[in-house]
């Protein structure tokens, strides 16, 4: 099991102190040209979760390779960077200049921002063209919005994905209270936290049966038993997300309680499905 | 250095319409005035960004403002409470300053005791909505008070080195009069260490996460968007 953070919840510059407590950092989704993201306000807390329109705010490819990777290698964490686009061609142009650099241990294909128009090709389109740009291990990040989850799941790995990653955020709105109007500047964004992880538990339960790749499971986690549970269902690896911006120091915290007592531990994957 | 820790709540004090929340220091730096502190809201997913309003040895002080269940939650602690205490973040006020006014307004004075402080007392000007809200003033030495419909810029000597903080409007105003001025903006904020990208502004022209860059920024660095 590794524990990595969820793309765009950690900035390895400015935290590296964060990135240093997990065992991959996962760099926010890095786009051909360069993106400002969207207009404030960017995000919202709501009763069991949070709200985010950022919009892929990111420096461009170019910047990325020049500027940022440099500095991220020196942390000396390994190093997976999220890649992101508006068509297959975007995503496997991208994967072809990082296959070029050591620093990069595996890429993961952002198939699924809630904050952004969907790329035209499917999924498994876009995994089939990032397949033939690089050698590196290639993980999808799938939406569990999606009707069938499972069966983007076998497609993806059909085209040759090494793993996936499950999951990304879900679309919803929070109103201001006293105006009665959307907070959000772009009014829909991303919804995260805890409210998500029965829905990530879901996405990796039914995609853990349908394919033979390891999962980086992701949604909700809070504690060390919120991550026991993602892996009781079928998740391989950990990714930490909002709970990041509520307790930086987190992973250390879910860490200690993961290798800690608890009834939970001798759970087998069967037994947990059968609750 | 920024640190995380569970700290005490040693006592809590209404202070006009706001609250003044005192927690024991641990070991957590106060920092540089204008720097802010991220305080677990008990009960809510994240933490609310606050600016330290006083640093009494052994203490770090909050001037809260209760307008939303976070900082209603900070507002209804009690003594002995144990909320978890992040920072000290971002860039503060810069000091090298050779005739400071310090300009505020509204819940905008919470950082101005401990820059009063460590300025040596400097005039200050700090604008209200009531005299109820002017109680903080009470904070600040040497301060000259405005109750609306006066504005507080009808008082700034642009002459003086401007630090200010207060709505945007009132900044905006500021930096009209005073383009060296030095000013402290806020922004909703996730997470204070630069994760979440919550928290841009534009700054010469480029969205920039205000928890990195600022909270202080030079006036003529920062142009707010077009709502």
């Known amino acids: 099991m590794r524990l990595l953070n969820a793309s765009g919840c950690l900035d390895a510059l400015t935290a590296p102190e964060v990135a240093l407590a997990l065992d991959v950092f996962v760099t926010k989704t890095v786009t051909p040209l360069p993106r400002q993201g969207n207009p404030p306000v960017r995000i919202a807390e709501t009763e069991h979760g949070m709200l985010n329109s950022i919009g892929l705010a990111n420096p461009g490819i170019d910047r990325f390779l020049e500027e940022t990777l440099p500095r991220l290698a020196e942390l000396g964490v390994p190093l997976w960077v999220s890649v992101g686009g508006f068509d297959a061609a975007q995503y496997s142009a991208s994967c072809a200049r990082l296959d070029e650099r050591p620093e990069v241990e595996a890429l993961e294909l952002n198939l699924s921002c809630p904050n952004v128009e969907e790329a035209a090709e499917s999924a498994a389109e876009i995994v089939a063209a990032c397949r033939a740009a690089t050698s590196k291990p290639l993980w999808a990040k799938l939406s569990p919005a999606l009707p069938q989850v499972p069966d983007v799941a076998r497609a993806v790995a059909a085209a040759g994905a090494d793993g996936l990653s499950l999951v990304n955020t879900i679309r919803g709105l929070a109103l201001h209270p006293a105006t009665g109007r959307p907070v959000l500047g772009t009014a829909v964004g991303g919804y995260s936290g805890p409210a998500l992880k029965p829905i990530a ?75 | 250095m920024r640190r995380r820790e569970a700290r005490n709540v040693v006592a809590r004090e209404p202070v006009g319409p706001y609250t003044l929340l005192r927690l024991d220091r641990g070991s957590i730096e106060p920092g540089a005035p204008g720097q802010f502190f991220m305080l677990e809201a008990p009960g809510r997913l994240l933490p609310r960004p606050m600016s330290l309003c006083l640093a009494p040895p052994g203490e770090l002080a909050f001037l809260i403002d209760a307008i939303g269940p ?138 920039q996460r205000l928890c990195i860059a600022g909270p202080v920024l030079n006036a003529h660095e920062h142009k707010e968007l077009a709502a």
């Open chain 1, 201 to 275: 538990l879901a996405a990796v339960y039914a995609c853990a049966r349908a394919v033979d790749l390891p999962i980086v499971g992701m949604g909700g986690v809070m504690t060390g038993d919120d991550a026991r549970d993602l892996l009781a269902v079928g998740a391989t690896h950990i990714a930490l997300g909002t709970v990041l911006f509520r307790d930086p120091f987190a992973p250390g915290r879910i860490r200690a309680e993961l290798a800690g007592d608890s009834p939970r531990n001798t759970l087998t994957l069967d037994q947990a499905s059968r609750v």
């Open chain 2, 70 to 207: 976070g900082t209603r939650a900070l507002c209804a602690l009690e003594p002995g409470d144990r909320i978890h205490v992040f920072g000290p973040l971002g860039n503060g006020f810069r000091l090298d300053v050779e005739r400071p006014l310090l300009v505020g307004g509204g819940i905008g004075v919470a950082p101005f005791p401990y820059l009063s402080e460590v300025l040596g007392g400097p005039p200050a000007v700090l604008g209200f909505r009531t005299a109820h809200h002017a109680e903080a003033a009470a904070l600040v030495p040497n301060a000259e008070v405005v109750i609306e419909p006066t504005l507080v810029t009808e008082l700034v000597d642009p002459s003086c080195d401007v630090l200010a903080c207060g709505p945007e409007p009132m900044l905006e105003a500021v930096r009209a009069l005073a383009p060296g001025a030095q000013l402290a903006w806020e922004a909703p904020m996730a997470c204070g260490h630069g994760g979440c990208y919550g928290c841009v502004v534009e700054i010469d022209g480029v969205l």
